[in-house]
Nanobody
Framework: QVQLVEFGGGLVQAGGSLRLSCAASGRTFRRYHMAWFRQAPGKEREFVAAISWSGGSSYYADSVTGRFTISRDNGKNTLYLQMNSLKPEDTAVYHC??????????????????WGRGTQVTVSS
């Protein structure tokens, strides 16, 4: 079973930066597309960014394009999300998720099989 654990959330002022990490278990990390989703209080879960199994293709929500960067290190079984120029509306619980590469990389939460517990990101004004 794939286990995902997020790290790096915290409190930051608007305009600041945070780097989230997601550690995955096992040797099969390279077989999965990976993504970040977030959910703010009172809102539905929202796609943030995704990256293909090889790291060759990345996808971003319009709201974070130019500010966030998704990356992965398959040798370390780790997914990252570098978040710059943070805004109060970025406040949410951020989850990493895994989708098997047999399927085309998706931006829909329903297509991801494995999920991390989430890490809280709070951006103050």
């Amino acid at each position: 079973q794939v286990q995902l654990v997020e790290f790096g959330g915290g409190l930051v002022q608007a305009g600041g930066s945070l780097r989230l990490s997601c550690a995955a278990s096992g040797r099969t990390f390279r077989r999965y597309h990976m993504a970040w989703f977030r959910q703010a209080p009172g809102k539905e879960r929202e796609f943030v960014a995704a990256i293909s199994w090889s790291g060759g293709s990345s996808y971003y929500a319009d709201s974070v394009t130019g500010r966030f960067t998704i990356s992965r290190d398959n040798g370390k079984n780790t997914l990252y999300l570098q978040m710059n120029s943070l805004k109060p509306e970025d406040t949410a619980v951020y989850h990493c998720a895994a989708q098997h590469r047999d399927t085309t990389v998706s931006l829909g939460a329903g297509n991801y099989e494995y999920w991390g517990r989430g890490t809280q990101v709070t951006v103050s004004s």
